[in-house]
């Protein structure tokens, strides 16, 4: 079977899980690793057991996230990588920059989302973090990676526009045919920078990609729809970094 090359059209990190995305030029990544800085910071809701000396995954929920509190996505949020600071906005109201390496950044953060949030989350609120460890969605170290031609053949199955961002991948790409991605499975697949990856698996989606990143409003059912007309659950796919290197837009992902 011969595959699509897939160009890589926009990288993106997520430094706190749940918050908006950091859209990257360049992304340089490690084996067995994932994007840089990608979730490494969370927003503890209610205590979970989370222990920085030896950090474990830990599941979504019982973290600040899009699953449960679409209200997350009203503040939209930019970051400076290199100061490893955020800053936070919402209509009507100051920005504001915290530091989230600093004990007091991370105190006015969480400060700041629960007076966002009210009586909708479970709190206390706490940011957490760990050196080398990321909250992402599985117990493994994967980058995603989404199909831009997936998400466009979702949008006219629902007739309405989907925001790839939704899907918050690491990885954009375009050049190959709708769900050509899942016949990835058991390969390896390279970069033209010579970044090596193995496919690990699909990604099933959750109720957080029914939230609209602009509207923060849950104005869909896309997984009824994936499951009705696909018979699965499934946008997007992870894949395991083999070795270090760096990725750019306008790279090349090609299946080997």
Same mark, same amino acid.
């Given at each position: 079977m011969t595959f699509s090359p897939a160009h890589i059209t926009a990288l993106a990190t997520h430094p706190v899980k749940g918050l908006t995305a950091h859209p990257l030029q360049t992304a340089t990544v490690e084996a067995g690793a994932v994007f840089p800085l990608d979730r490494a910071y969370a927003i503890e809701n209610g205590p979970c057991g989370f222990? !920085?000396?030896?950090?474990?995954?830990?599941?979504?929920?019982?973290? /600040?996230?899009?699953?449960?509190? @679409?209200?997350?996505?009203?503040? =939209?949020?930019?970051?400076? /990588? @290199?100061?490893?600071?955020?800053?936070?906005? =919402? !209509?009507?109201?100051?920005?504001?920059?915290?530091? %989230?390496?600093?004990?007091?950044?991370?105190? &006015?953060?969480?400060?700041?989302?629960?007076?966002?949030?009210? *009586?909708?989350?479970?709190? !206390? /609120?706490?940011?957490?973090?760990?050196? *080398?460890?990321?909250?992402? *969605?599985?117990?493994?170290?994967?980058?995603?990676?989404?199909? /831009?031609?997936?998400?466009?053949? %979702?949008? @006219?199955?629902?007739?309405? @526009?989907?925001?790839?961002?939704?899907?918050? &991948?690491?990885?954009?790409?375009?050049?190959?045919?709708?769900?050509?991605?899942?016949?990835?499975?058991? =390969?390896?697949?390279?970069?033209?920078?010579?970044v090596e990856f193995k496919f690990a698996k699909r990604t099933r989606r959750c109720a957080a990609v029914d939230v609209n990143p602009t509207t923060a409003e849950r104005d869909t059912n896309i997984n009824k729809t994936l499951y009705d007309t696909l018979g699965h659950m499934d946008v997007g796919i992870y894949l395991e970094v083999l070795n270090n290197g760096s990725l750019s837009v306008g790279d090349t992902l090609i299946v080997e």
């Open positions: 222990d !920085p000396a030896a950090p474990k995954h830990i599941s979504k929920s019982k973290f /600040l996230v899009l699953v449960r509190y @679409e209200d997350v996505a009203q503040v =939209k949020c930019t970051y400076d /990588l @290199e100061n490893k600071s955020i800053t936070l906005s =919402k !209509p009507g109201e100051d920005d504001v920059t915290l530091s %989230l390496e600093s004990a007091e950044g991370q105190e &006015a953060l969480a400060a700041y989302f629960t007076a966002h949030m009210g *009586d909708k989350a479970v709190g !206390p /609120l706490k940011v957490r973090h760990a050196d *080398d460890h990321a909250f992402t *969605d599985t117990a493994e170290n994967f980058v995603h990676v989404v199909n /831009l031609a997936s998400v466009k053949a %979702l949008s @006219e199955t629902m007739g309405v @526009e989907i925001d790839p961002k939704r899907f918050r &991948a690491n990885i954009y790409v375009e050049g190959l045919p709708a769900y050509e991605e899942f016949n990835w499975a058991d =390969k390896k697949i390279r970069s033209s920078s010579g």
